[in-house]
């Protein structure tokens, strides 16, 4: 999801664009094993733009050009969201072992780092940070699927019933309905990629190819068992 890479020695900047074309050629890359890595270096290494900020000239690597392409490129217009169609089936999944990293690094997505280095690194406690504990301040389509989340826990209960349980405890409301929320999407995109993966698998006890939901069948529960170990690990 990378748009643009930039290194710097604080006198000197070199950037360049991660382009749709850039970012095909790095998963061709990637699938062939890095066969065509050099062909991509050079790619890269002639689309990369030379700035010198001690240049006060008007040339295209001037500190003037430089202060220019930032005013182009880092705003908002420039870094939206890069559209899932450039991105889909950019990681290589060809049997049970790559299954199961993909659910491994969904989970650490999902639930973030154990290591002390990266607290509250994940996206549970980044939108759990977001909504704070106050029901009232909650945005009014929070409150909506809050409560929406409650009653479908609770077959039967009526909406005055739900929000009086929600605000009964509100973090730990807030805090079953974010990791509900972030599971439904890490299955979604889990089982997403299961079909992506038309190879499917080799079932080494059965000694016979296994479909791709059938490994999603057998896998899938890594995503869950990793957001709830490392939020248990880390108190939530």
């Known amino acids: 999801r990378v748009r643009y890479f930039a290194f710097t020695t604080f006198a000197?900047?070199?950037?360049?664009?991660?382009?749709?074309?850039?970012?095909?050629?790095?998963?061709?890359?990637?699938?062939?094993?890095?066969?065509?890595s050099e062909e991509l270096r050079e790619r890269i290494h002639s689309e990369t733009l030379i700035?010198?900020?001690?240049?006060?000239?008007?040339?295209?690597?001037?500190?003037?050009?430089?202060?220019?392409?930032?005013?182009?490129?880092?705003?908002?217009?420039a870094l939206g969201p890069i559209p899932l169609s450039e991105t889909r089936n950019s990681v290589v999944v060809e049997g049970a072992e790559d299954l199961e990293a993909l659910a491994a690094?969904?989970?650490v997505f999902a639930a973030g780092s154990t290591s002390p280095s990266l607290p509250d690194s994940g996206m549970f406690q980044s939108i759990r940070a977001r909504l704070g504990e106050d029901y009232e301040t909650l945005g009014s389509a929070v409150r909506r699927d809050l409560l929406v989340f409650v009653?479908?826990?609770?077959p039967g209960l009526e909406t005055t019933a739900a929000e009086r349980v929600v605000r009964d405890d509100v973090?730990?409301?807030l805090q079953e309905f974010?990791?509900?929320?972030i599971h439904s999407?890490?299955?979604?995109?889990?089982?997403?990629?299961?079909?992506?993966?038309s190879s499917g698998g080799y079932n080494e006890n059965q000694g016979r190819c296994l479909s791709p939901f059938s490994l999603y069948e057998t896998r899938s529960s890594?995503?869950?068992?990793?957001?709830?170990?490392?939020?248990?690990?880390?108190g939530w």
Not at 51 to 77: K, M, N, Q, T
Not at 178 to 181: I, L
Not at 187 to 196: V, Y
Request: aromatic share 8%; no cysteine.
């Open 105 to 107: 690094r969904l989970s």
């Open 178 to 181: 974010v990791a509900a929320s």
């Open 222 to 234: 890594r995503v869950t068992t990793g957001i709830m170990a490392v939020s248990a690990a880390q």
């Open 51 to 77: 700035f010198r900020l001690h240049d006060e000239g008007e040339g295209a690597d001037s500190a003037s050009a430089w202060v220019a392409w930032v005013g182009g490129h880092l705003v908002p217009e």
């Open 171 to 173: 973090a730990g409301s």
């Open 185 to 197: 999407l890490m299955s979604r995109l889990f089982a997403a990629k299961a079909i992506e993966n």
């Open 151 to 154: 009653m479908a826990q609770r």
């Open 12 to 36: 000197e900047f070199a950037v360049f664009a991660v382009s749709r074309k850039i970012r095909e050629a790095l998963v061709e890359s990637l699938r062939s094993g890095y066969a065509s």
